[in-house]
């Protein structure tokens, strides 16, 4: 079956432009993360979506930064106003359950490129 | 506040040789630990996670709570173990994943 699809695969704005990253999960996996991947920091957390639960989103980094995730599905994590330092691969994955009991499948990311 | 520290960015290592990844955590609850692996050109995996005690690809890792370690060995590395390694914590209430910043190994013919 398929896995995790994410759109853009790369992405090139202009500082101050918004952009809108999006993940496609498995189908029937009920919780969502959200992580950015940058060189020399590892896999940073960003946001967590677990059914109709409400979101974690205690690892966006400001509030130029927010997520949603339509009917149980869809994901769209939003980036206003975009900086440089906001340049970085930033991967969603999914998984049939919280992520200690079951593992997370992750998409090949998208590139953000801040100019 | 959770935490993992991966001390190597880059390990090299000769094929055939053994080799030891290093993971060190610091959680004030019952950690629950991981190791994921993302291969070039390939997306980010699940190698092993501690509490099902495997051995994947000849890769072990042990859970040493008094050290507060979850190191990754193989006795013998094998040139396609060349990969970024990731060492993960999950809290207790399962909400997510915490990673260290990676290490890149490389398996010299």
């Known amino acids: 079956g398929a896995g995790v699809s994410q759109s853009p695969s790369n992405k090139v704005t202009e500082k101050g432009k918004d952009v809108e990253l999006r993940c496609d999960p498995i189908?029937?996996?009920?919780?969502l993360y959200w992580y950015r991947q940058s060189l020399g920091q590892g896999l940073e957390f960003l946001i967590y979506?677990?059914?109709?639960?409400?979101?974690?989103k205690s690892g966006l980094p400001s509030d130029r930064f927010s997520a949603e995730r339509t009917g149980g599905s869809v994901s769209t994590l939003t980036i206003q106003r975009t900086q440089q330092e906001d340049s970085a691969v930033y991967l969603c994955a999914s998984s049939l359950g919280p992520a200690t009991g079951s593992p997370l499948h992750f998409g090949n990311g998208t590139r953000l490129t801040v100019t | 506040a959770q935490r993992v520290t991966q001390p190597e960015k880059l390990l090299s290592v000769f094929k055939g040789a053994p080799v030891e990844l290093k993971c060190n955590y610091s959680y004030s609850g019952s950690p629950e630990l991981f190791w994921y692996v993302q291969y070039s050109r390939q997306r980010l995996q699940l190698l092993l996670r501690?509490?099902s005690r495997e051995s994947i690809k000849g890769f072990t890792a042990d859970l040493n709570k008094g050290e507060t370690s979850f190191h990754l060995k193989k006795p013998f590395a094998q040139e396609e173990d060349s990969a970024m390694y990731y060492c993960?914590?999950?809290?207790?209430?399962?909400?997510?994943?915490?990673f260290g910043e990676g290490t890149q190994l490389t398996v010299n013919p």
């Open positions: 993960a914590l999950g809290e207790t209430s399962g909400s997510r994943l915490t």
């Open positions: 189908s029937g996996h009920t919780a």
């Open positions: 979506f677990q059914g109709n639960s409400a979101p974690d």
């Open positions: 501690h509490i």
